[in-house]
């Protein structure tokens, strides 16, 4: 599709700009420009494909009406992703596919039209390639990547909307935990669930978000830094954080981590360190790992490591679980050897200093 392309009127002056790049944290440092998308029912139904009018422009304000759907009845879906820097100065984007299928898996789920994935990788492309200047100059920089979906239709009745909008916006990006690499202690949601079978768990959608939050502030209430949820039928079942996947390292040289069952959310981080861990010899079984299992062994010593995964902060170890029934500690409470090695691995293969033997890594 060709893009139009709308002039900034006022871009960022270079001094202001490098100076928030400097050290942006994670989720305020926004860059000058977005993509957006239109996507029309109407144009659909007369042969089109219902996408149109594929711009870059500024970042600015989207006027929406306020009976647009997504207000009302949460029709919205989102990706993260993140583009790196090489030593040849170029940059290149970590598995941007399967971002673009998990996006329209996610569509499906909440009745969302699909969006042509060489479309979707061609948006995310002309995103970074346009504000490339805001890739910060810190080791560990990154601009992470949010393409995003909403019903933007004025309508009340409840049904798929007829028409939304696609943007691709870009954040400056550091380190998500402030820090560095530190292991988090977790809280084990009693009192809440993030996903049941048949909801949707396994769609990137921001309700899974909303849902979370006040087990999330509860989490931190008890001193914690993130929750983790059970399973909704049983409360037995580990399943993953508010929004990273788990592994459990164990001694014998298997590891475990919680099925696809529709309501863990398929991390690409997860599946890229299945294949990972199975590369350094580990035996990886996709299957249920519960509460008490992992109390139990983390006592006797036969669980090593906890690993926790996702983009935005990569590998992070867990170190302490705590609940109304008391914590346990895993390991030494510190940073596994396996936690490190993982992360060393794929933030190597990210940024190009390790050959990538798996075709992941996809230049701009
Ligand atoms: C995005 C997300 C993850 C991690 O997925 P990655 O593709 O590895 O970034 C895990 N859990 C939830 C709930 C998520 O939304």
């Not at 380190?175 to 048949?198: E, L």
């Not at 790992?289 to 902060?313: H, K, N, P, V």
């Not at 609940?323 to 895993?330: H, K, M, Q, R, W």
């Amino acid at each position: 599709m060709q893009f139009t392309t709308i002039p900034h009127p006022a871009p960022t002056p270079d001094a202001e700009r490098e100076a928030a790049i400097a050290d942006p944290g994670f989720g305020t440092v926004f860059t000058d420009h977005m993509v957006t998308i239109d996507y029309d029912e109407a144009d659909k139904e007369a042969g089109g494909t219902g996408w149109h009018s594929p711009t870059i422009g500024p970042r600015v304000p989207i006027p929406l009406d306020p009976a647009a759907s997504v207000l009302h009845y949460a029709q919205e879906i989102f990706e993260g992703m993140k583009a790196f820097t090489h030593a040849d100065g170029g940059m290149a984007m970590f598995r941007p596919e399967a971002n673009a299928s998990r996006f329209n898996a996610s569509a499906r789920r909440m009745a969302m039209p699909e969006i042509p994935e060489e479309l979707f990788l061609e948006a995310v492309r002309l995103a970074v390639k346009t504000d490339a200047k805001w890739m910060p100059p810190v080791d560990g920089g990154s601009l992470y990547i949010r393409p995003f979906m909403f019903a933007s239709e004025a309508f009340l009745g409840v049904r798929p909307a007829r028409q939304y909008k696609f943007v691709v916006i870009l954040v400056s990006t550091s380190n998500y935990f402030k820090g560095g690499v530190n292991p988090v202690k977790i809280w084990v949601s009693q009192d809440y669930v993030r996903a049941a079978p048949g909801g949707t768990g396994a769609a990137k959608t921001g309700g899974n978000y909303a849902a979370s939050l006040v087990p999330q502030a509860e989490a931190i209430s008890k001193g914690c830094d993130q929750v983790v949820f059970l399973d909704a039928a049983n409360h037995k079942w580990v399943e993953e954080l508010g929004g990273m996947n788990l592994f459990f390292i164990r001694r014998d040289g298997s590891v475990i981590t919680p099925p696809l069952t529709g309501t863990i959310l398929p991390g690409i981080t997860r599946d890229s360190l299945i294949a990972m861990l199975r590369e350094e010899g580990l035996e990886v079984r996709e299957e249920p790992y519960s509460i008490d299992q992992w109390r139990t062994e983390a006592e006797s010593g036969e669980l090593l490591e906890t690993l926790a995964c996702g983009t935005a902060a990569v590998v992070t170890p867990v170190g302490t679980v705590a609940s109304p029934d008391g914590e346990f500690t895993i390991g030494t409470g510190g940073i596994g050897q396996m936690a490190m090695k993982m992360r060393e691995r794929l933030v190597g293969l990210q940024n190009g200093q390790i050959g990538d033997q798996h075709g992941w890594v996809m230049r701009v």
